[in-house]
């Protein structure tokens, strides 16, 4: 929503628009105007002109200097702003930039048989599922006696996305021995993790920052804090259906969908008195699923023969490139427009889109791909 705004703004050149082919010409112009001043006889700078190189070759330098000071010019506004410059904007108003976040689970530490005593689990007990990754147990636990297992959320080692995507029953390997555990598996999967917070995500935050100030819970100042609570949040709908209900839905990571914990954690980062107005009621959850499949046959201009390969995989990186766009904005409906300009755009002559057919997906659905058939139809005259 902010960076759609931002996009309606005019642009800002501090450099008067100038190319470097307008420097170039301004340099030998002034170069000659100057000679005749001096002189008094006039004076043209052929093509090969020793001269006209050297003044070309400074021209490109200072031309590369103007950009360096349009460039940093620009970095004062929202619009431009990238890197440690878009953080230093964001101190304006009191925002940093969210750190990189590790995965989460719940690992499951079973005995050999039923415990006459208590058996500790340290904080800090390392599970891994294999190939260098590791969990680690966030707080202390235990088996009680008479019991053969105890459940305890687990945290990756590392921080960011690498730690996610392991399915429930996949870290089954105790790194640090404990007496009696016979065998230990996470019982939900990994998920949670995320990279440092991208440029765009804390632009869109600092540009909805003002809405955060209102005590009247505007869906911008929702919006604000929803994203501010895990740089993982991709996207986040907010409606009323009712007088004083507020609904929050989210993806995370790119159009995922929230495990429960990361929906109970939104919700109970959310219910701050500080971020809730005292009349609202707030629910939290994820999307509504809304399946679809793609059907799609193709053709290609006879002259793109010779390309049949590189099409090939240009309209199977389209149809993935489909997927990832409807799912990565709640409320978006199901398009087959779109996925026959995309496939059009990787190379195809044409497209017959069977499926999906256009869905209107409403403002708590989200469009997630569940299959695909992909047929090349062959070659056509241009």
């Given at each position: 929503m902010g960076l759609k705004e931002l996009e309606n703004y005019p642009d800002i050149n501090f450099i008067e628009g100038m190319t470097l082919g307008d420097m170039k010409d301004r340099m030998v112009r002034d170069f000659q105007e100057k000679y005749a001043e001096t002189t008094g006889r006039e004076l043209r700078l052929a093509e090969a002109d020793p001269v006209r190189l050297v003044l070309y070759a400074t021209a490109l330098q200072i031309y590369q200097g103007m950009q360096y000071i349009d460039s940093a010019a620009k970095q004062s506004f929202l619009k431009y702003s990238y890197g440690d410059f878009l953080e230093n904007l964001g101190a304006l108003k009191g925002i940093k930039r969210n750190p990189a976040e590790p995965a989460r689970t719940?690992?499951?530490?079973?005995?050999?048989?039923?415990?006459?005593?208590?058996?500790?689990?340290?904080?800090?007990?390392?599970?891994?599922?294999g190939g260098n990754v590791f969990f680690c147990t966030e707080g202390d636990g235990m088996v009680r006696p008479g019991e053969t297992s105890a459940d305890i959320p687990a945290v990756c080692t590392?921080?960011?996305?690498?730690?996610?995507?392991?399915?429930?029953?996949?870290?089954?390997?105790?790194?640090?021995?404990?007496?009696?555990?016979?065998?230990?598996?996470?019982?939900?999967?990994?998920?949670?993790?995320?990279?440092?917070?991208?440029?765009?995500?804390?632009?869109?935050?600092?540009?909805?920052?003002?809405?955060?100030?209102?005590?009247?819970?505007?869906?911008?100042?929702?919006?604000?804090?929803?994203?501010?609570?895990?740089?993982?949040?991709?996207?986040?709908?907010?409606?009323?259906?009712?007088?004083?209900?507020?609904?929050?839905?989210?993806?995370?990571?790119?159009?995922?969908?929230?495990?429960?914990?990361?929906?109970?954690?939104?919700?109970?980062?959310?219910?701050?008195?500080?971020?809730?107005?005292?009349?609202?009621?707030?629910t939290v959850g994820a999307p509504e699923t809304v399946p679809y499949r793609v059907d799609v046959e193709y053709w290609i201009n006879e002259s793109d023969r010779g390309k049949t390969e590189a099409v090939r995989k240009?309209?199977?990186?389209?149809?993935?490139?489909?997927?990832?766009?409807?799912?990565?904005?709640?409320?978006?409906?199901?398009?087959?427009?779109?996925?026959?300009?995309?496939?059009?755009?990787?190379?195809?002559?044409?497209?017959?889109?069977?499926?999906?057919?256009f869905t209107v997906v409403g403002d708590t659905g989200l469009a997630v791909m569940e299959g695909q058939r992909v047929e090349y139809g062959g070659v056509e005259r241009d």
């Open positions: 719940v690992v499951r530490f079973t005995l050999s048989g039923p415990s006459a005593g208590v058996t500790e689990i340290r904080a800090g007990t390392r599970v891994t599922p590392e921080a960011g996305a690498a730690g996610n995507g392991y399915e429930a029953g996949s870290i089954r390997t105790l790194v640090d021995k404990i007496p009696y555990v016979a065998e230990v598996s996470n019982i939900s999967g990994t998920s949670g993790g995320a990279e440092k917070e991208s440029d765009e995500s804390l632009a869109e935050r600092i540009y909805l920052a003002p809405s955060r100030y209102s005590v009247a819970g505007p869906d911008d100042a929702y919006r604000y804090w929803a994203m501010t609570y895990s740089p993982s949040v991709t996207d986040v709908m907010v409606t009323s259906p009712s007088p004083g209900d507020v609904d929050i839905r989210f993806t995370v990571n790119d159009g995922e969908i929230p495990t429960p914990e990361t929906v109970a954690g939104m919700e109970k980062f959310l219910a701050d008195g500080e971020r809730r107005p005292l009349t609202d009621r707030v240009n309209v199977e990186e389209a149809v993935r490139g489909f997927a990832y766009w409807q799912r990565k904005q709640i409320g978006r409906d199901i398009n087959p427009s779109y996925l026959n300009y995309m496939v059009v755009k990787a190379g195809a002559k044409r497209a017959v889109v069977r499926e999906p057919v």
